[in-house]
């Protein structure tokens, strides 16, 4: 205990940043959120909880949470099977392994928007790498950006070309922590390919994988980078998500109240969600945590 | 089983390869003549020229833009590795219910949606008038990067055994002593991937830096942004910014590519 002498000391300098960059701004904004307040007009009006009735009645507001539940549903699952298939195949390579997955993992760190810049020179209508090399050959490939849906489906694979990375390389971390012995006694009784990755495998992997999902859906909901440079949030509203939508209230029309609101509410659904998820996961089977 | 074998391989590796092809085919817009750039069907034979580097480095000022991100990005690990990895000390000696608390709580940080921060940040700023200038930058990455810092930096300080500690402390070592005699130079290699992961977050935030800079400050990210736009007639120009930004990350994954499982899960998952 002696060596501890003084040790608390230690954590202030990191708490002080703490407190004064994200304990008072998150404060700060909660305390936005109950005023009618137009940056320019300097004249804050206190409306209670006005800001998140109006949200409530507003259709652009549940098109929003609509936009942001299907992108990131549909990107956090085909970005996990996809990087389970990843992580499986390399994990059975005997050799390669690690060069491959070096190389798959540069989407994944690379600038976001710069990333963002990439796929728009592939996606872009007619000009871009997918339409620039079928259109000659009389095959007519969707309208990526500018339509409603096929626009949501560029956002996803965006996503998932950025993020499928990660959860490779954790499950593949997760694969070759497994514990061999329990593999090979399900070998001995006969287990097949099949049972053994859904019997064996992804049972213990539980932990790691409600940890990498946990992690993609908060990542998920913050993702702003990529939309904003592909889409912009458009055609329309179309692949506009909570975040963009915070976005173009808080900093294009400066209603910093109304925003706030909205931020605050999108950090009540992702809490929601992870803990939905988790609860979930662990009641399934309890102790198996 | 070895033909086996060379299928899965041969299967990876077409699946990397296109998982690369948006980079490569930037990488070679790069280099094309505009006229080259957009023809359909795209062509991959063309005389290189390095002219819209150039052009887009110098003429258009992205080396100042590179001294901003530069500037941003080291003062961030310089504030954030040291306080966080005294932070990460205490963490990993004291164990008590408040400081298990305390991580909790620095973790649930992490997921917060960054737009609810970046507003009051903005009002702030617009107050303090603060706008535009490295500091306010520097000090919302700095807070960003914490738990990020702490978690990490605490990962490596668990596998330091305690009895370096007690023989510093044996040896007449006082705490700061102890830290700065003993456990730093024992956790060198976790401050140097903690250093280049907070590196490339700083490098590569783009939200705060769109919310908080101005002409004066203005990072990589935030000035590619704007030339990404609709006119394909810059494809080339933005292309040769976009690729030059991206060779300093192409360069980190050199140093950082046996740390990347613990460094991206923040320590949580050890590679």
């Known amino acids: 205990m002696n060596t501890h002498r003084g040790l608390v000391w230690f954590l202030a300098p990191s708490l002080l940043v703490l407190v004064a960059m994200l304990v008072y701004p998150l404060g700060y904004a909660l305390y936005l959120s109950l005023f009618d307040y137009y940056l320019p007009s300097n004249a ?15 259709a652009r507001f549940w098109g929003a949470v609509y936009n942001t539940f ?17 992580a499986v195949g390399l994990y059975k390579l005997r050799f390669g392994a690690h060069g491959l997955m070096v190389v798959l993992f540069v989407p994944h760190i690379i600038t976001p928007v710069v990333a963002a810049l990439f796929l728009r020179w592939i996606f872009v ?7 620039a090399t079928f259109w000659p050959l009389g095959i007519f490939t969707p309208d990526w950006l500018g339509d409603p849906i096929w626009a949501k489906v560029t956002v996803v694979l965006a996503d998932a070309w950025k993020a499928t990375p990660f959860m490779m390389l954790v499950l593949y ?9 329990l593999i090979e006694a399900a070998t001995v009784d006969g287990a097949n390919g099949r049972q053994l990755l859904f019997r064996v495998v992804l049972p213990l992997m539980r932990p790691i994988i409600l940890f990498v999902v946990s992690i993609r859906i908060m990542d998920a909901f913050r993702f702003f980078d990529t939309i904003y440079v592909l889409t912009g949030g458009g055609p329309g509203t179309a692949t506009e998500t909570l975040t963009l ?12 109240g109304k925003a706030s609101a909205l931020g605050v509410v999108t950090l009540l659904i992702v809490l929601g969600l992870i803990s939905a998820f988790v609860s979930f996961l662990y009641r399934r089977e309890r102790g198996r945590f | 089983m070895k033909s086996r074998q060379i299928l899965l391989f041969l299967a990876l590796a077409a699946a990397t390869f296109v998982s690369l092809i948006p980079v490569l085919w930037a990488i070679l817009t790069s280099f094309k003549q505009p006229v080259d750039a957009f023809t359909i069907p795209p062509t991959l034979v063309f005389s290189p020229t390095a002219e819209f580097h150039y052009q887009i480095w110098f003429e258009k000022g992205f080396w100042t833009f590179l001294i901003n991100s530069l500037v941003i990005a080291v003062s961030t690990v310089c504030i954030s590795v040291p306080i966080g990895t005294m932070a990460a000390y205490a963490l990993s000696r004291i164990e008590t219910p408040q400081t298990r608390l305390l991580l909790m709580a620095i973790l649930a940080v992490r997921m917060f949606p960054h737009m609810l921060l970046a507003l009051p940040f903005f009002v702030m700023a617009s107050m ?10 520097i000090m919302a990455l700095v807070a960003i990067n914490q738990p990020f810092t702490i978690w990490l930096m605490r990962s490596f300080l668990v596998d330091v055994p305690r009895e370096l500690d007690e023989a510093a402390c044996i040896d007449g070592c006082n705490v700061w002593q102890t830290f700065v005699k003993v456990i730093v130079p024992a956790v060198r290699p976790g401050i140097v991937v903690t250093s280049l992961f907070s590196l490339l977050l700083a490098y590569n935030e783009f939200l705060f830096a769109l919310v908080l800079t101005g002409a ?6 935030v000035a590619i942004s704007e030339y990404g736009g609709e006119d394909i007639t810059y494809w ?7 690729v030059g930004i991206m060779l300093p990350i192409l360069l980190f994954m050199v140093f950082a590519q046996r740390h990347l499982i613990r460094g991206l899960t923040m320590g949580a998952v050890k590679g």
């Open chain 1, 173 to 181: 971390a997760g694969l070759q922590s497994l514990d061999q012995s």
């Open chain 2, 128 to 137: 303090l008038k603060l706008f535009d200038t490295y500091a306010i930058m």
């Open chain 2, 216 to 221: 004066k400050t203005k990072t990589l990210p």
């Open chain 1, 125 to 131: 209508g007619q000009w871009g790498l997918i339409d």
């Open chain 1, 245 to 256: 939508y915070t976005y173009s209230v808080g900093f294009s029309r400066l209603e910093v």
């Open chain 1, 44 to 58: 804050p009006k206190f409306i209670g909880l006005g800001n998140y009735l109006a949200l409530l009645g507003e």
């Open chain 2, 236 to 242: 080339s120009l933005s292309a040769a910014g976009a």
């Open chain 1, 70 to 86: 299907v992108i990131v549903v549909a990107s956090v699952a085909l970005e996990f099977c996809l990087g389970l298939v990843l």
